[in-house]
């Protein structure tokens, strides 16, 4: 990544501040930090191959988030997503979910319904096989596409960066034993909810979806200790 200078100006420092913003997230988000860990400008610029002023940029971008802790005279410190962050960003998922599966109903396309069914019997294959990283992956794209025909762009962005929010709880209730098939199961009940265009059935699946995996976080996930990094 290098951080360019050219007769754009600020429309490229802007692009470059972007791509800085996106990988420090997802680092964050990943669990490559510890918790309260200090994100240290240069260290991290020089890792990305920029300059400070991008990172300072992406920090301050990532404490209005609140991934980012912005201590004056001291820096910038990890701030994880925590247990109750992960009940609270579910608990809201149970109803926007629910109504994105309504709007997607009455707005999906036909050519958006076959992506959904083309991403369902992908699933159905890899959770067959039992490949984890493959079913994490469709997983994504499964709700990002439902997401996509709700025709809301506000829903969309705020359960994306919901569903962004909760990776590594996600992978670990994916991964858990006779989740994948449930969900799969899950999925595919949405969609042919929405196929038949009952967008009451819709809705109700939706919402059921997301409580399972409530359910399972909290008999599996919330009890590594590991999983998460609390205050």
């Given amino acids: 990544m290098e951080d360019r200078h050219g007769p754009k100006g600020s429309r490229d420092r802007h692009s470059l501040h972007g791509k800085v913003y996106e990988k420090i997230r997802e680092d964050i988000l990943n669990g490559k930090y510890e918790q309260h860990t200090e994100l240290k400008e240069a260290a991290i610029g020089a890792e990305l191959g920029v300059s400070r002023t991008p990172v300072r940029e992406a920090l301050r971008q990532l404490e209005l988030e609140g ?11 990890v701030n994880r997503i925590t247990e109750k ?3 609270d960003i579910y608990l809201i998922r149970s ?3 629910g109504q994105c599966a309504r709007w997607a109903t009455e707005y999906i396309t036909e050519a958006q319904l076959e992506d959904l069914e083309e991403t369902l019997c992908l699933s159905e294959y890899h959770t067959k096989k039992n490949h984890i990283d493959k079913l994490y992956e469709l997983d994504s794209l499964f709700h990002e596409q439902l997401y996509a025909a709700s025709n809301s762009r506000i829903l969309k962005h705020v359960l994306s960066d919901f569903h962004d929010y909760v990776k590594q709880v996600r992978r670990a209730s994916i991964a858990s034993d006779g989740r994948s098939v449930k969900s799969t199961e899950e999925h595919r009940a949405i969609f042919e ?3 038949a265009r009952d967008a009451d059935r819709a809705e109700e699946l939706a919402k059921e979806h997301v409580r399972h995996t409530i359910k399972c976080i909290r008999e599996i996930v919330l009890a590594d200790e590991g999983t998460f990094h609390t205050e």
Avoid at 67 to 77: C, E, W
């Fill in 95 to 97: 109803m926007l979910e």
């Fill in 67 to 77: 991934l980012v802790n912005m201590i004056p005279n001291r820096g910038a410190f």
């Fill in 85 to 87: 962050d992960v009940q």
């Fill in 193 to 195: 909810a929405i196929k």
